[in-house]
Nanobody, 128 residues
Framework: QLQVVESGGGLVQSGGSLRLSCEVSGFSSYYVPVVIGWFRQAPGKGREGVSCMSFSGGKTYYTNSMKDRFSISRDNAKNTVYLQMNKLKPEDTGIYYC???????????????????WGHGTQVTVSS
């Protein structure tokens, strides 16, 4: 079974950067492409997609409002997917979740229903 564990959250000033990590395990047992996504949930709001990618590489997705500041990448040697967040704003504050799923063509579109396995989340707080 696919498992994902996030890390790397914290407190940062507005304009600063953070890199979140998502360690992935259990992916080798799947015969269809695995996709890994990042989502976030601000206080009092629903969970929204940030970015996602095929775990084997090639296809990525970004929510339009974040693609200029956030970047998703992977390190196959470490079985880890990263979310690099730059120029952070107070409205980026929230709990960030990593999630895993499968996709027949390796694509993903940042929707929660595309992902079945979720981490516990990591808190990101951006101070003004």
């Amino acid at each position: 079974q696919l498992q994902v564990v996030e890390s790397g959250g914290g407190l940062v000033q507005s304009g600063g950067s953070l890199r979140l990590s998502c360690e992935v395990s259990g992916f080798s047992s799947y015969y269809v492409p695995v996709v890994i996504g990042w989502f976030r949930q601000a206080p009092g709001k629903g969970r929204e997609g940030v970015s996602c990618m095929s775990f084997s590489g090639g296809k990525t997705y970004y929510t339009n409002s974040m693609k200029d500041r956030f970047s998703i990448s992977r390190d196959n040697a470490k079985n880890t997917v990263y979310l690099q967040m730059n120029k952070l704003k107070p409205e980026d504050t929230g709990i960030y979740y990593c999630a895993g799923g499968t996709s027949l063509d390796g694509s993903c579109h940042g929707n929660t229903f595309e992902f079945d396995y979720w981490g516990h989340g990591t808190q990101v707080t951006v101070s003004s």
